[in-house]
């Protein structure tokens, strides 16, 4: 079975201009498609990696994983599983062994 790496960008980033009253930046991701034939027939991966805040204006990263060439925009809630870590450089390390055993666990069925 060929491996497939997720991405998760640096902390910077993310964070993008939000400190300078610009806006945090989210990262989209895919795993499956093929370079050469696209993604009709494929077994896709999505996922995405963004900062948000609480009601108590702490900032945390959520991740959302949604399969299939629909897009993010085009879903259901329930068809997108989220979780939430600490915004840090930790947490960050935590995202992607976390997307990687999702799309471990994905790739593996089928």
């Not at 990696?49 to 259901?76: A, C, Q």
């Amino acid at each position: 079975m060929e491996k497939r790496e997720v991405f998760v960008p640096l902390m910077s980033w993310l964070i993008g201009g939000s400190r300078i009253g610009g806006s945090y930046n989210t990262y989209t991701g895919s795993l499956g498609t093929d370079p050469l034939k696209g993604a009709i027939g494929q077994r896709i991966f999505n996922y995405r990696i963004l900062i948000e805040k609480n009601e108590e204006d702490t900032e945390f990263v959520r991740t959302n994983i949604y399969y299939g060439m629909l897009s993010f925009d085009s879903r259901n809630e329930d068809d997108i599983e989220s979780n939430i870590f600490e915004l840090s450089e930790e947490g960050l390390e935590n995202v992607k062994a976390y997307l990687q055993s999702k799309a471990d666990e994905f790739f593996s069925v089928g």
